[in-house]
């Protein structure tokens, strides 16, 4: 039978998506892109926006529009957060929340071969269990991720994902280890470590914590560049630095989420820091990495942002010099605190406030990029263009094209930047 998938939302959706693929490979099942002629087609959704329930929503009517006699199976946080809605929708005949995963097969076996309709979403336990996934091949040959922690004890009052994938808890340390060296065993070139809060990595269990981790990583023997995914300010200290500055395995990049450089905006999305806090870890990171990039996370129009806010967080962001920032508008999520806020913010307002934030961004970026012009770095190529330019990115997570008669595919090499286009290093 034939299978295809679509996947939604994080990176960790991105890496259970290929957990989900290699189980239906290794049983016999053939893996087709997502176009409209699978016999089963997979969702794995999301729901951190209205965006991204809207895009389930369009993705299920769609394929079964043109595919009426396939099987919909439907997993992720949407399925999680909308189950009992979901049990009326005739267009899905599988409803499998963030828990059971693992067990798709088994579920879609038991629905072939004995027509049981699996549409019940398993609640979360108080000490709930990490749920190991076994990954043997990537489709990328290039770039691979690996999730070492799932769900949140944070709650900020704007997110839903602690209510739909559940309390944090940690990956087993010779799991996530003995995957980076198979990773690098297969050539991959860069491993991307991901969570859904990477930064309780170990807080659940007497595993160690993400330093931990850190300081037995930069030990292996290994051929693969390891950049992190995205991770709060306060886990940054002197220790993990002076590791990092000093292994060229580990990428030069932090992916910080700040939200907001508001500390009033801050505390009412119960964020545990303030912008000063924050500030102070990046002047940490830039004296033990002055080159290194660093991207975050901005929500404009948070309930009752003023004006007055707004300019407050846009004037930190300039202030911090970030190498890019991730611009979202406030989309409320019923089930969180945030929704039932009152002065919420007109969309008119929040689209000017994204407007200038974007654009804050864009002259940030090529301010960072144009530092290099001259300088060597560490590339990455991931793939050839139509005007013979392969390109990928460098260790502090820029853009970069050079143009080569021989193949650069999966190639880590070090370059000279000759000049910036479109916020584009140029070898």
């Avoid at 329930?53 to 997993?75: P, V």
């Avoid at 859904?196 to 051929?223: F, P």
């Avoid at 505390?267 to 500030?279: A, G, L, P, S």
């Amino acid at each position: 039978m034939k299978v295809a998938f679509y996947t939604l939302g994080c990176k960790v959706n991105q890496y259970e998506t290929e957990a989900m693929k290699n189980l239906f490979k290794k049983n016999g099942f053939h893996i087709v892109d997502n176009s409209d002629n699978a016999d089963i087609f997979i969702i794995n959704s999301c729901t951190v926006t209205s965006a991204s329930d809207r895009k389930t929503r369009q993705m299920i009517r769609r394929f079964k529009k043109n595919n009426e006699n396939s099987i919909m199976i439907l997993t992720g946080c949407y399925s999680q957060n909308h189950g009992e809605e979901l049990k009326n929708n005739k267009n899905v005949d599988i409803i499998i929340g963030t828990k059971e995963k693992s067990k798709i097969l088994e579920i879609t076996n038991d629905y072939i071969n004995k027509h049981i309709k699996h549409s019940e979403i398993v609640d979360f336990e108080k000490n709930e269990e990490y749920e190991e996934f076994e990954i043997i091949d990537w489709e990328s040959r290039t770039r691979a991720n690996i999730k070492i922690q799932d769900g949140c004890n944070q709650y900020c009052s704007y997110c839903i994902i602690p209510y739909v994938r559940g309390p944090s808890r940690s990956r087993d340390r010779e799991e996530i280890i003995k995957e980076i060296k198979n990773l690098s065993d297969k050539n991959y070139k860069e491993i991307i470590v991901n969570g859904i809060n990477l930064t309780s990595l170990g807080k659940d269990d007497d595993n160690g914590n993400l330093v931990d981790l850190i300081k037995e990583v930069n030990n292996l023997d290994i051929n693969s560049r390891i950049r992190f995914g995205s991770l709060e300010a306060n886990i940054i200290n002197e220790e993990m630095l002076r590791i990092i500055s000093n292994n060229e395995i580990f990428a030069k990049h932090f992916h910080l989420s700040l939200q907001s450089g508001s500390n009033s905006i801050l505390k009412r999305m119960n964020r545990k820091y303030t912008k000063e806090e924050f500030y102070e870890k990046v002047k940490l990171i830039r004296k033990y990495i002055p080159d290194c990039g660093i991207t975050t996370d901005i929500i404009v129009g948070f309930p009752g942002e003023t004006d007055e806010e707004f300019n407050e967080s846009y004037e930190f962001v300039e202030k911090v010099g970030f190498s890019r920032i991730h611009v979202f508008k406030f989309s409320p999520r019923e089930g969180t605190r945030a929704y039932k806020m009152k002065d919420k913010v007109n969309g008119k307002i929040k689209n000017q406030r994204s407007r200038r934030m974007i654009e804050l961004g864009e002259k940030l970026e090529k301010r960072f990029c144009q530092r290099f012009i001259g300088n060597e770095v560490e590339v990455l190529f991931e793939s050839k263009d139509k005007n013979g330019f392969y390109e990928g990115y460098t260790s502090n997570y820029l853009h970069f094209k050079y143009k080569s008669s021989k193949n650069l595919e999966n190639k880590l090499e070090k370059h000279f930047v000759k000049n910036v286009s479109d916020n584009t290093l140029v070898g």
